[in-house]
Each structure stands twice: as C-alpha cells, then as structure tokens.
C-alpha cells in the first residue's frame, strides 16, 4: 500500500502561484510513476502532470505545459507541482496519485490516490 497526503492549495488570484506538495508513505520503494489530476465541478477527473520515480522523465496535458512543473524529491518522498500563472480555469480539485506499473495519462492505470487539495483562481 502507498499512502498519499496532499497539501498546498488554497485561493489565489489570477496571474498568481501555488505549489502543492504530495507526502507518500508505505511501500513507495514499489512506485514507477506519480502523476497530479485535477477535477473540476461537474467534469471528469483529467490528467495535468507526471513523473516517473526513478529516471525524473515527466509528461504535461496541454493545458498547463510552460506553466506547472511537477518534481520529486526522493529522499522525502514527496511529489510537487508548482503552478506559475494561473488561470480560472485551473480552478479544480488537485489529486496526487501513485502506480507501481504503467502510467501514462489516464485516471485508470493509477492506484493509489491522495484526498484532494482545493485550488481556487479568482479573477
């Protein structure tokens, strides 16, 4: 099992930053890949960001690319995603997620998942 714990979200105007942070605990020794996903009212759960454990390659949805950056830190295991210029559309649930197998960018080959992190963009 791996444990994850995000934090970091909050209000935040338009043009503005945040970064989240994702704690993993358990058996992260097992984890290929991490993502963030984001899911706003009344849409489906969509992918933002991925990384993979070990060799730090990283993968963005279209929408945030020269905006967020996600990163690790392996020796805390802990995920980030720093978000640069935000917009009212990235007002949204942020998810932290975890996969010991394939990951790419669908909710579905994602095991283990965090609470939820509340990001607001007001304008």
């Known amino acids: 099992q791996v444990q994850l714990v995000e934090s970091g979200g909050g209000l935040v105007q338009a043009g503005g930053s945040l970064r989240l942070s994702c704690a993993a605990s358990?058996?992260?020794?097992?984890?290929?890949?991490m993502g963030w996903f984001r899911q706003a009212p009344g849409k489906e759960r969509e992918f933002v960001a991925r990384?993979?454990?070990?060799?730090?390659?990283?993968d963005y949805a279209d929408s945030v690319k020269g905006r967020f950056t996600i990163s690790k830190d392996n020796a805390q295991n802990t995920l980030y995603l720093q978000m640069n210029s935000l917009k009212r559309e990235d007002t949204a649930i942020y998810y932290c997620?975890?996969?010991?197998?394939?990951?790419?960018?669908?909710?579905?080959?994602?095991?283990?998942w965090g609470q939820g992190t509340q990001v607001t963009v007001s304008s």
């Open positions: 358990g058996r992260t020794f097992s984890t290929y890949a």
């Open positions: 997620a975890a996969t010991t197998g394939y990951s790419g960018q669908s909710p579905r080959n994602y095991r283990y």
């Open positions: 990384i993979t454990w070990i060799g730090g390659n990283t």
